[in-house]
């Protein structure tokens, strides 16, 4: 499903993915408050998913959706199979079967 370039992308996206996350907590305020290493771990842990949760998934659902919109590789399969809905989606609309369900009398193997 995936070719070469799109591994690519997706492990640098992981890296840089990591690489600000830890450069938020490195400069969070939860951790960076005085007094802070008197907290437990825990507590550490759950002020600083409350402060960076939803900036990191913004940064990750951004890439994502620059994977998505990229008219090459998974974004060109995305969008044809966007297409492909949208044929059937017609087809359905206009009374004629999806371009799947045309045959439905061979079995999965005659396919």
Excluded: C, H, Y
Excluded at 54 to 61: Q, R
């Amino acid at each position: 499903m995936f070719g070469d370039g799109e591994v690519i992308k997706l492990v640098v996206f992981q890296e840089e993915l990591k690489n600000t996350t830890i450069k938020m907590a490195e400069q969070s305020k939860v951790l960076n408050t005085p007094g802070a290493e008197k907290q437990t771990k825990r507590e550490l842990f759950d002020a600083l998913r409350q402060e960076l949760e939803a900036p990191v998934l913004e940064k990750a659902s951004k890439s994502i959706w620059d994977l998505i919109l990229d008219s090459n590789g998974l974004g060109k399969e995305i969008s044809e199979m966007v297409e492909k809905g949208g044929a059937n989606e017609a087809a359905s609309i206009s009374g004629d079967p999806p371009a799947i369900l045309e045959d439905s009398s061979k079995s999965p193997n005659q396919v």
